[in-house]
């Protein structure tokens, strides 16, 4: 599938927040077609949706798939707004509370929520308090941000950083938000075999300001208190790795987040969550080399097919 030839992009109307003007773009496949069951993905943190490969898979298992570029991320980003940047999580429930409405009223009577590292956090904080969260069937989450990468020492240092530091700036950061040696590990110019717009998701990341930070560990603590009554399906890779310079390891393990975090957090978001590790997975485990990423799609439509028979 080509992403500019096989989907439609539809801009989103959102409500004027303390940037301005808003708006977010729902994306869905050209292929859709009257199927009930069907995937709104939501992308990470400097991130947008360009993973076609993702939508095929999803378009020969029987489901009709729709992808979000989250306000001030890829395709939604204005020019009088700060990438990426949000003061609290639930700011987004806004589009993907639209976007299920909408996908909910073309008949799709059995919809997946999934979210990839950033977004596996905004779809678990969503699956606790948004407004059509009933129209969820169950949730996959791909590498789910439920930690910061960080000693617990290092981890209580950044936050009072970030506290303070919002209050003296208001768009005051931190530094960029992922390592190069992460987006070099994927891209088709670099060390990778993917393309993507590199002023959408750029190599060298967008700056992570405090309020972020803070609205990030805000919906992290608040997990703590998760009650996700649909199953839910966490995938993560085997390892993790720090890794601030390109190694051919970035290939076999996640660089970005650690997945014993997953492991110890993930069961304790609902009463029916089923953990799943993908051997020489990547961070974006549906961006790993060919073996891992067949098995993450492998592992995933089993569960889902189960899912969908009881």
Known sequence: ???????????????????GKVTATLVSANANSARKKAV???????DYFFQAHVAEKFLTQGFDFYALDLRKYGRSILPHQHPNFCQDISEYFEEISIALSQIYGEQK???????????????????NNGT????????????????????????FIGWNVAR???KILPYGKLNNGLPPSYPESIHQDYQGEWDFN??????????TLFK????IYKAQQNLNHSKITVPVLLLHS????????FKEAAHSADIVLNVEHMKKIGPKLGKNVTLIEIQNGMHDLFLSKKAARETAFEEMFRWLSFQMES
């Open 1 to 19: 599938m080509n992403i500019e030839t096989d989907f439609n992009f539809q801009t989103l109307q959102l409500a004027d927040d303390y940037e």
């Open 164 to 166: 303070l530091g919002a």
């Open 212 to 215: 972020w930070v803070l609205a």
């Open 109 to 127: 009577t059995e919809i997946t929520l999934l979210g990839h590292s950033t977004g596996g956090l905004i779809a678990a904080a969503y699956m």
């Open 132 to 155: 059509e969260k009933e129209k969820v069937k169950n949730v996959v989450l791909n590498s789910p941000f439920l930690d910061f990468y960080l000693s617990e020492p290092l981890k």
């Open 198 to 207: 590199l002023n959408w998701k750029p190599i060298q990341g967008f700056p």
């Open 40 to 46: 709104l993905y939501v992308h990470g943190f400097i």
């Open 238 to 245: 085997h390892r993790s790795l720090k890794m601030k310079k």
